[in-house]
């Protein structure tokens, strides 16, 4: 059993900056990566950033340089700084993880946080 805790969400006015934290507990093994994905209203939920257990890192194409992800491998946490965000940023932002199975690669999803940004 994998859970993952997320936190950090909020209210921001545009401009401002948010830190997301996500910890993986449970049954963790090898882990592939960890990362984050939002979801707006009436949109598909979308890649904001994933960084691998390598630190290779690999961003959505709106980041824009704007947000940066970095991990706690030792904790099995990662971390989403969110700078001069917009109020497109609105949205259910998703912890996500992968784990390396001997035959197979388990993906397991936070519950979400929620981040307004007011204009």
């Known amino acids: 059993q994998v859970q993952l805790a997320e936190s950090g969400g909020g209210l921001v006015q545009a401009g401002g900056s948010l830190r997301l934290s996500c910890a993986a507990s449970g049954s963790i093994f090898s882990v592939n990566s960890m990362g984050w994905y939002r979801q707006a209203p009436g949109k598909q939920r979308e890649l904001v950033a994933v960084?691998?257990?390598?630190?290779?890192?690999n961003y959505g194409e709106f980041v824009k340089g704007r947000f940066t992800i970095s991990s706690d491998n030792a904790k099995n946490t990662v971390y989403l700084e969110m700078n001069s965000l917009k109020p497109e940023d609105t949205a259910v932002y998703y912890c996500n993880l992968r784990l390396n199975g001997r035959y197979a690669r388990y993906e397991y999803w936070g519950q979400g946080t929620q981040v307004t940004v007011s204009s």
């Open positions: 960084i691998t257990s390598g630190d290779s890192t």
